[in-house]
């Protein structure tokens, strides 16, 4: 099986049906110039023969990854579990549509005990080499091995109080070091025989990521988006940058226009000395623009530029996953960006207006949305939110509190909306996001994987609430001061991110100068007057 390269200089394209959407495109964005990390892709056609387990398949899984790691090797100097100048990587995965949140990724690959140490002398970082190091056991050992979480969550917990830390971002390298130990000792209790093999990982990760096309959540995703008929997922392999590297680097997610309402204007989130899971899972809370801005003050330029240049490169609104290395840019993927039905229209408006798109792309896509049923809408009455977080789609929800999605569709049942309040905005949550009116978590960002799956499926969404205290096993939680059961009514703002007690009216207005618009498009399409415009 010959892989495919990402950043060879070959200026070969390829099909998203073959590699995945996110290779796909990330190949085009290392033809046109932008700066992609070198990486390699096994194709999806491996997919459904790994997961049945079938011989031929393997074979092709373990060739393809010596052959890629190879490529690798050559492309960065560096070389995979060295002592000396170890090459890391990143095991994520890529089905024809995007899918996100849904299918597995495994970050830091090949840092074994080894590589810890040649890191450390490779960069002279200690607390790098050792945050890569518990990362990956904290990944792989969820993501591969299927070890519960919870454990590994108690021990970050201890650290934090033991080093009376606000998070893991205050640790130092010896107490991160300890943690690693710790995490290590737990794996082994589990696994026995805890191999320091750094391809064996390789090829468990890309394994896993594969068999991920099967878990329940992507499968109840597949069925709530009609893409049941998608053949499987790709594996894409890629060199990893750095951005818990210090305190000129980051992680971060861009849409080039807001997503919940289609306002042209980039929408940003960014985690200072972070990777990028701890923004698209909403674990961590993103940094401030004027801190953004004191440890990085080229950066909002440079994205700007990548933006605007992607934005005419693919004809449509992009959802940037990026990282920054000691000061340098680099991008990790693009995509449509998922956006509210109200949103898809003003962008639909806005692309015909400056020209990049005809009038007759921008009815092909609003096709889907029920313009007749498409509203604006607002709460009635006065009074202030009991709590605020964070609007992270657009539009208001009343209904019954539910803290679990199970809760969710129990109360659904009845016929009555229901808002589902999580800890955190899982997208293992998916099949309650579908049955709720409204869904707001106590932690997570604009950018996080659920938030966006929210705005896809056109449901009001407020996220970063740090009042919000659940207690699933009681049925309760509390809104700040305000305490809330299982089945009281609230009503929630996606839109200013405020959260109220109680049942309360909802104001709707539909956006008539946006569908006199669509009016003048069908007209001058069914006349034969409009062509594309040149770009």
């Avoid at 194709?43 to 899984?61: M, S, W």
């Amino acid at each position: 099986m010959q892989i495919i390269r990402i950043g060879d200089g070959s200026g070969h394209l390829h099909s998203a049906a073959s590699v995945g959407a996110k290779a796909a495109n990330l190949i085009r964005m290392a033809a046109i110039g932008l700066p992609v990390p070198p990486g390699f892709v096994l194709p999806i056609k491996l997919c459904a023969a790994v997961i049945r387990g079938d011989a031929r398949a393997a074979q092709h899984l373990h060739d393809g990854l010596r052959d890629g790691i190879a490529y690798l090797e050559h492309a960065t100097g560096k070389t995979f579990g060295d002592r000396r100048q170890p090459l890391l990587v990143s095991v994520r995965s890529g089905a024809e549509r995007s899918m996100p949140g849904m299918l597995d990724t495994v970050l830091d690959v090949g840092c074994t005990a080894d590589a810890v140490h040649g890191l450390i002398r490779a960069t002279g970082r200690p607390r790098l080499a050792w945050d890569c190091r518990r990362r990956f056991l904290e990944s792989y050992a969820e993501t591969v091995l299927g070890i519960d979480p919870g454990p590994f969550a108690q021990l970050l917990a201890g650290m934090k109080t033991a080093e009376a830390a606000a998070s893991d971002r205050d640790f130092d390298s010896a107490a991160i070091e300890e943690l690693a130990h710790h995490e290590q000792l737990l794996i082994e209790e589990h696994e026995d025989g805890f191999a320091e093999d750094a391809m064996s990982h390789l090829e468990a990760a890309a394994r896993a990521v594969y068999r991920s096309w099967m878990s329940e959540r992507a499968k109840t995703y597949r069925r709530l988006e009609n893409l049941e008929h998608l053949a499987g997922t790709a594996v894409t392999v890629q060199a990893m940058v750095f951005g818990n590297a210090g305190l000129t680097s980051g992680a971060g997610v861009a849409f080039s226009r807001d997503p919940s309402t289609g306002a042209p204007e980039p929408m940003i989130d960014m985690v200072l000395e972070g990777q990028g899971e701890d923004v698209v899972s909403g674990r961590r809370p993103p940094d401030g623009p004027a801190m953004i801005a004191r440890a990085l003050p080229r950066l909002s330029g440079e994205l700007g530029a990548v933006l605007r240049l992607l934005e005419r490169e693919f004809g449509d609104v992009q959802d940037v996953e990026f990282t920054v290395e000691d000061g340098k840019l680099y991008v990790l993927q693009t995509r449509a960006a998922k956006r509210t039905p109200r949103a898809a229209l003003r962008i639909a408006a806005d692309f015909v207006r400056e020209g990049l798109i005809a009038p007759a792309e921008a009815l092909r896509r609003i096709e889907d949305i029920d313009l007749d049923a498409l509203t604006e809408t607002r709460l009635a009455g006065d009074g202030a939110a009991v709590l605020s977080g964070t609007g992270a789609s657009g539009g208001v929800a009343v209904g019954r509190a539910a803290f679990t999605a199970e809760a969710a569709a129990r109360l659904a049942a009845s016929g009555e909306p229901v808002i589902l309040l999580r800890p955190e905005t899982s997208t293992a949550d998916v099949a309650g996001f579908a049955t709720a009116a409204g869904i707001v978590s106590a932690a997570g960002a604009r950018t996080a994987h659920a938030a966006l799956v929210a705005r896809q499926l056109g449901k009001p969404c407020v996220v970063g609430c740090g009042g919000l205290v659940i207690d699933e096993a009681a049925a309760c939680a509390r809104l700040g001061d305000t305490a809330l059961a299982e089945g009281d009514w609230i009503a929630i703002d996606g839109d200013t991110g405020g959260i109220y007690p109680g049942r309360r009216d909802i104001v709707v207005r539909r956006p008539e100068a946006e569908l006199a618009e669509v009016e003048r498009w069908r007209a001058a399409v069914r006349a034969g007057s409009v062509h594309a415009p040149s770009v």
